[in-house]
């Protein structure tokens, strides 16, 4: 597909628009922390194939095609702002009737976006997202920073990113193991999300335990389920794709 690059409030972001169903939703695929749109890979077409939805992928400002950051510094309420640059790339793009599926910190976007601006969200898929910061995410980013140190993951990341690799993932790990960041907390929104929610994650997810989900589902106003998938880690959508396939179609369909 044929991407392009929109300047959202001065922000320069790549995108991939899929639009040929009209009077049908459109699925946003929201990318984790060291994700893009060329990660997701062939899921989006296979997901908008079987629902007949449109689909919207994008990288997020610092990763892929998009811009580069200007520092690795982020407040610790960015993934808030984040949500906040997703709902001016709508309102720019025209579309309102929106279905979120965000994986990682791409669920805790979708998540925060369905409690601020629900007039838009018509449904939430959330894989392996996060409401606060807990000991095993933090292993996990000390796991992921020594790779980078000792292995070709930099090199890996580079043919997705190119030279922006060493910022975001400075970004990244720094961010979340930064003493301020210990406190952060969405859990306060929650209530917020009236829309209905799917919450997918792996029973070995290394980067969360099965709190994340539990606390999510049972504060959301509206209706929410899980599905958790054993002796799976925190990239469902490509461990056992058709799983996931399968589960957000049946989702998607009862909710469009």
């Known amino acids: 597909m044929e991407g392009r690059i929109i300047d959202v409030k001065g922000k320069k972001l790549y995108i991939e628009h899929n639009n040929p169903f009209e009077d049908r939703p459109t699925i946003i695929f929201l990318h984790d922390s060291l994700g893009s749109v060329q990660l997701w890979r062939d899921f989006p077409a296979k997901l908008s194939e079987t629902t007949q939805c449109n689909t919207l992928a994008y990288d997020r400002l610092g990763y892929g095609?998009?811009?580069?950051?200007s520092t690795h510094e982020r407040p610790v309420n960015y993934m808030e702002l984040e949500a906040d640059i997703l709902n001016s790339l709508l309102a720019e793009m025209n579309i309102d009737n929106v279905i979120l599926f965000g994986h990682s910190d791409g669920g805790t976007i979708a998540l925060i976006t369905a409690a601020k601006y629900p007039e838009r969200v018509k449904a939430v898929i959330c894989e392996a997202g996060h409401i606060f910061v807990e000991e095993i995410t933090l292993k996990g980013v000390y796991d992921a920073w020594e790779a980078y140190k000792t292995t070709n993951l930099p090199e890996r990341l580079q043919k997705y990113h190119g030279d922006k690799v060493e910022m975001l993932f400075k970004a990244w790990t720094e961010t979340w193991t930064r003493e301020d960041y210990r406190s952060w907390n969405?859990?306060?929104?929650?209530?917020n999300i009236v829309t209905p929610l799917l919450f997918i994650q792996g029973e070995a997810d290394e980067y969360g335990t099965l709190d994340q989900v539990e606390k999510t589902i049972t504060q959301v106003s509206g209706s929410a389920e899980k599905y958790i998938i054993p002796n799976i880690g925190h990239t469902?959508?490509?461990?056992?794709?058709?799983l996931v396939l399968g589960k957000a179609e049946a989702f998607i369909k009862e909710n469009s």
Do not use: A, F, T
């Open 65 to 69: 095609k998009s811009n580069p950051l």
């Open 236 to 242: 469902p959508h490509k461990e056992v794709p058709e």
């Open 186 to 191: 969405i859990e306060y929104l929650l209530k």
